[in-house]
């Protein structure tokens, strides 16, 4: 059994280190007040036995709860108060350096939480850990500096989540859609260079590279992208190649018929998208932005964005190529070929592309192998999203998310009467802790309602805390966003406060745990036909409280299905520390993403996506459903199947399958989730028992996008806990 001290590192749980501090405060009492050894001996072993049922790695100052709490139920009540002062007294010595020690514990690589914090960056490398260091300093002065206290405390105790805030004392913003059309057709800015209108396809994907990069050093969330975009520059390709092709043509005594010409001339222009699309694939992959990763970008594949039938042509010969190279995937340092992380990957599933006699429909099969062998694409359905994604013109909208699963609101340019989607951002996300709330009220309904409020209105102070660190911002803090056209073409030295009202830009109430809440107050599942109703409520209770504060703040709040990563774990332990182990509500290592069905809930997939759907349109801020399926490359009937089901019934949603390789054996498949000596979860090639993480090469889908390993041990066990939906 292993406990995380104050720096963050791991250490082997040793009962005589309780002991000796017992015996310690016991000293410096009166003989009177005095516990006996058997007492010592005793308190300890059973705070030992709470630590074993608590099956994680329990904090030092956890610890030290469950040794006052001991003391206490032995009646020292003495001994306890001087127990409980020098702790103080230690906290307050500590209190001064406890962020150089968390510093110089990431260095050496022993801080296990942030080591864990992020499972697409890797803590040894340097990059990596300077934006770590650069987090915690940051922590430390939005603590200490920029946020009320009683934020700070509700953050600390999971009560809320204040998401980012290694990045809130910089003026950054969240996720946003990159107006890319504007920047390739209009020109933009790259660290001070002048970048003109690309004169070809393979430019064109060049130049977007260099943007996603640049964007995802600006701001810390995810970004997305449309390949219509770059549709435009197939034709410009096209032409120039046309003229080539005529030249030679002319030059060898221009026997070449026509057709002749025109099918060379399609073979070079594939020739160059092929070449186009693997600079995105590689240069993503392979760029490292300031914050020490690969750029968090989503690729937008919508055939019902092109203007005209020959720009949705040389649309769908992109998307081809794009699903054609990631199911290859990308060669690992072992040069096997392996599931990347990025580009994020959405195919929106439309009248053209979803029947077997529609026109498109090959790249609809093409992406369901695509699927099931690299897990992306995500599918979006334009018709669920035009039912929901009305705007104040009576019209309904189909558009990528933010990154994984964060969408903005309808909105219509008061300028243009036009609808505006891209250029478009979030200010930034406070998650609320739903369990907290139903467990803080006891099942009481009428208490409930009452603490679910006053944790709103938390919230609420707090998103205004992340609204007001972005006014007064200039435009000088990050030109590629908001002079040169990624987000909008302001004057050097204005503020990008007009942004930041009136629907332009989007803040996110995210929230968690929806089945544990429901559970916790009516000792059912909200998939119960009798919970349904009450889960549904709250979700509505949500969307009256953001519709209230934009209302009185002219900022467009909306709910938002929070990708838990890191957090999963945090609110479980802050959970277990207020509540104790409440069977079915607190005995895991993890709380539920948003309102999905509890992952060890017998459903299938197509149950599972109908059931969900009615929650998605109660969470217009973002949310993602998945179903878990086992490898179904040699099943692409049934993957077909579920995206149809997609189509008619949910907004967006995901299969998430398996895609392993052991470097040490060559096994390709599932690597497992095993528990070492001391209880803690490894992963484990079950082919040659090879347990070094950096010599596998592991992907799963944990909150709506792919993560590569790094998890951490809430994570870790809701991955080993899912049930197949298929």
Same mark, same amino acid.
């Given at each position: 059994?292993?406990?995380?001290?104050?720096?963050?590192?791991?250490?082997?749980?040793?009962?005589?280190?309780?002991?000796?501090?017992?015996?310690?405060?016991?000293?410096?009492?009166?003989?009177?007040?005095?516990?006996?050894?058997?007492?010592?001996?005793?308190?300890a072993?059973?705070?030992?036995?709470?630590?074993?049922?608590?099956?994680?790695?329990?904090?030092?100052?956890?610890?030290?709860?469950?040794?006052?709490?001991?003391?206490?139920?032995?009646?020292?009540?003495?001994?306890?108060?001087?127990?409980?002062?020098?702790?103080?007294?230690?906290?307050?010595?500590?209190q001064?350096?406890?962020?150089?020690?968390?510093i110089? !514990?990431?260095?050496?690589? *022993?801080?296990?939480? @942030?080591?864990? %914090?992020?499972?697409?960056? &890797?803590? +040894? /490398?340097? $990059?990596?850990?300077?934006?770590?260091?650069?987090?915690?300093?940051?922590?430390?002065?939005?603590r200490?500096?920029?946020?009320?206290?009683?934020?700070?405390?509700?953050?600390?105790s999971?009560?809320?989540?204040?998401?980012?805030?290694?990045?809130? !004392?910089?003026?950054?913003? *969240?996720?946003?859609? @990159?107006?890319? %059309?504007?920047?390739?057709q &209009?020109? +933009? /800015?790259? $660290?001070?260079?002048?970048?003109d209108?690309p004169?070809?396809f393979?430019t064109?994907?060049?130049?977007?590279?260099?943007?996603?990069?640049?964007?995802?050093?600006?701001?810390?969330?995810?970004?997305?992208?449309?390949?219509?975009?770059?549709a435009?520059?197939?034709?410009?390709?096209?032409?120039?190649?046309?003229?080539?092709?005529?030249?030679?043509?002319?030059?060898?005594?221009?026997?070449?018929?026509?057709?002749?010409i025109?099918?060379?001339?399609?073979d070079?222009?594939?020739?160059?998208?092929?070449?186009g699309?693997?600079?995105?694939?590689?240069?993503?992959?392979?760029?490292?932005?300031?914050?020490?990763?690969?750029?968090?970008?989503?690729?937008?594949?919508?055939?019902?964005?092109?203007?005209?039938?020959?720009?949705?042509?040389?649309?769908?010969?992109?998307?081809?190529?794009?699903?054609?190279?990631?199911?290859?995937?990308?060669?690992?340092?072992?040069?096997?070929?392996?599931?990347?992380?990025?580009?994020?990957?959405?195919?929106?599933?439309?009248?053209?592309?979803?029947?077997?006699?529609?026109?498109?429909?090959?790249?609809?099969?093409?992406?369901?192998?695509?699927?099931?062998?690299?897990?992306?694409?995500?599918?979006?359905?334009?018709?669920?999203?035009?039912?929901?994604?009305?705007?104040?013109?009576?019209?309904?909208?189909?558009?990528?998310?933010?990154?994984?699963?964060?969408?903005?609101?309808?909105?219509?340019?008061?300028?243009?009467?036009?609808?505006?989607?891209?250029?478009?951002?979030?200010?930034?996300?406070?998650?609320?802790?739903?369990?907290?709330?139903?467990?803080?009220?006891?099942?009481?309904?009428?208490?409930?309602?009452?603490?679910?409020?006053?944790?709103?209105?938390?919230?609420?102070r707090?998103?205004?805390?992340?609204?007001?660190?972005?006014?007064?911002?200039?435009?000088?803090?990050?030109?590629?966003?908001?002079?040169?056209?990624?987000?909008?073409?302001?004057?050097?030295?204005?503020?990008?406060?007009?942004?930041?009202y009136?629907?332009?830009?989007?803040?996110?109430?995210?929230?968690?745990?929806?089945?544990?809440?429901?559970?916790?107050?009516?000792?059912?599942?909200?998939?119960?036909?009798?919970?349904?109703?009450?889960?549904?409520?709250?979700?509505?209770?949500?969307?009256?409280?953001?519709?209230?504060?934009?209302?009185k703040?002219?900022?467009d709040f909306?709910?938002?299905?929070?990708?838990?990563?890191?957090?999963?774990?945090?609110?479980?332990?802050?959970?277990?520390?207020?509540?104790?182990?409440?069977?079915?509500?607190?005995?895991?290592?993890?709380?539920?993403?948003?309102?999905?069905?509890?992952?060890?809930?017998?459903?299938?997939?197509?149950?599972?996506l109908?059931?969900e759907?009615?929650?998605?349109?109660?969470?217009?801020?973002?949310?993602?459903?998945?179903?878990?399926?086992?490898?179904?490359?040699?099943?692409?009937?049934?993957?077909?199947?579920?995206?149809?089901?997609?189509?008619?019934?949910?907004?967006?949603a995901?299969?998430?399958?398996?895609?392993?390789?052991?470097q040490?054996c060559?096994?390709?498949?599932?690597?497992?989730?095993?528990?070492?000596?001391d209880?803690?979860?490894?992963?484990?090639?079950?082919?040659?028992?090879n347990?070094?993480?950096?010599?596998?090469?592991?992907?799963?889908?944990?909150?709506?996008?792919?993560?590569?390993?790094?998890?951490?041990?809430?994570?870790?066990?809701?991955?080993?806990?899912?049930?197949?939906?298929?």
């Open positions: 059994m292993k406990i995380i001290k104050r720096n963050g590192s791991e250490a082997i749980f040793d009962i005589t280190k309780i002991i000796v501090a017992i015996h310690k405060a016991n000293n410096s009492v009166q003989e009177a007040d005095r516990l006996t050894a058997a007492q010592i001996h005793t308190a072993a059973n705070v030992e036995e709470t630590c074993q049922r608590m099956n994680r790695a329990m904090s030092v100052e956890e610890i030290q709860d469950l040794v006052e709490d001991q003391i206490m139920a032995l009646g020292a009540f003495n001994l306890a108060r001087k127990y409980i002062t020098y702790r103080y007294i230690r906290a307050m010595v500590r001064s350096n406890t962020t150089d020690e968390q110089l !514990a990431l260095i050496e690589c *022993n801080n296990e939480e @942030v080591k864990q %914090e992020n499972s697409n960056k &890797n803590p +040894t /490398v340097n $990059s990596v850990q300077r934006d770590y260091m650069a987090g915690e300093v940051s922590k430390d002065i939005t200490r500096v920029l946020l009320p206290q009683d934020v700070v405390e509700a953050h600390d999971g009560i809320i989540h204040f998401h980012d805030a290694d990045y809130f !004392a910089q003026h950054m913003h *969240n996720c946003d859609l @990159v107006n890319l %059309e504007d920047m390739l &209009n020109g +933009t /800015v790259i $660290s001070g260079t002048m970048i209108k004169h070809s393979s064109a994907c060049n130049i977007a590279t260099q943007i996603i990069a640049q964007v995802a050093s600006s701001q810390y969330g995810g970004q997305s992208i449309s390949l219509t975009h770059l435009p520059f197939v034709q410009v390709s096209r032409e120039r190649i046309r003229k080539q092709v005529a030249a030679e043509a002319e030059n060898f005594g221009g026997f070449a018929s026509p057709e002749s025109e099918r060379t001339v399609e070079r222009l594939r020739e160059e998208i092929r070449r699309v693997q600079t995105i694939q590689y240069q993503v992959v392979t760029l490292m932005t300031t914050n020490g990763q690969a750029p968090f970008i989503t690729v937008f594949m919508y055939l019902g964005e092109a203007r005209n039938e020959q720009e949705k042509k040389d649309l769908a010969l992109i998307i081809e190529e794009v699903l054609l190279q990631r199911i290859n995937g990308v060669k690992n340092e072992a040069g096997v070929w392996i599931t990347p992380a990025f580009p994020k990957l959405i195919y929106v599933l439309e009248e053209q592309n979803i029947h077997e006699d529609s026109p498109y429909y090959y790249l609809t099969r093409l992406s369901a192998k695509c699927t099931a062998k690299r897990m992306v694409p995500d599918y979006i359905s334009e018709k669920k999203m035009l039912e929901y994604k009305v705007d104040k013109n009576g019209e309904g909208h189909c558009y990528t998310c933010m990154g994984c699963r964060s969408f903005l609101t309808p909105y219509v340019d008061p300028e243009t009467g036009a609808p505006k989607y891209y250029g478009r951002f979030n200010q930034g996300v406070v998650t609320i802790n739903l369990p907290d709330v139903a467990l803080s009220s006891g099942g009481d309904f009428d208490k409930f309602w009452k603490i679910f409020d006053e944790r709103l209105d938390l919230c609420y707090a998103l205004m805390c992340r609204h007001n660190r972005l006014k007064g911002t200039l435009s000088d803090a990050a030109p590629i966003l908001w002079q040169y056209g990624a987000l909008a073409r302001l004057e050097k030295g204005e503020t990008i406060d007009k942004l930041l009136g629907g332009y830009s989007t803040i996110s109430l995210g929230y968690a745990g929806l089945y544990e809440c429901v559970k916790a107050m009516t000792g059912k599942s909200h998939t119960d036909a009798s919970a349904t109703p009450f889960a549904l409520q709250i979700m509505q209770h949500m969307n009256d409280a953001c519709a209230k504060w934009k209302k703040e002219n900022i909306s709910l938002y299905g929070t990708p838990l990563e890191s957090t999963t774990y945090k609110f479980a332990k802050c959970l277990q520390k207020r509540f104790g182990i409440v069977p079915g509500i607190t005995d895991k290592t993890y709380i539920t993403n948003s309102y999905h069905i509890h992952v060890t809930e017998d459903v299938d997939a197509f149950t599972k109908s059931f759907s009615q929650f998605q349109k109660l969470s217009p801020g973002g949310a993602i459903s998945y179903v878990e399926v086992p490898d179904m490359q040699n099943n692409l009937e049934a993957v077909l199947e579920v995206m149809k089901f997609i189509y008619d019934h949910i907004m967006y995901e299969l998430n399958t398996k895609s392993d390789f052991c040490c060559g096994y390709n498949g599932e690597i497992l989730i095993v528990e070492d000596d209880g803690k979860l490894i992963w484990e090639c079950p082919n040659c028992r347990r070094d993480q950096s010599k596998m090469n592991v992907a799963r889908r944990t909150c709506g996008y792919i993560g590569t390993q790094y998890w951490n041990q809430g994570r870790t066990q809701e991955i080993k806990d899912r049930v197949l939906h298929l």
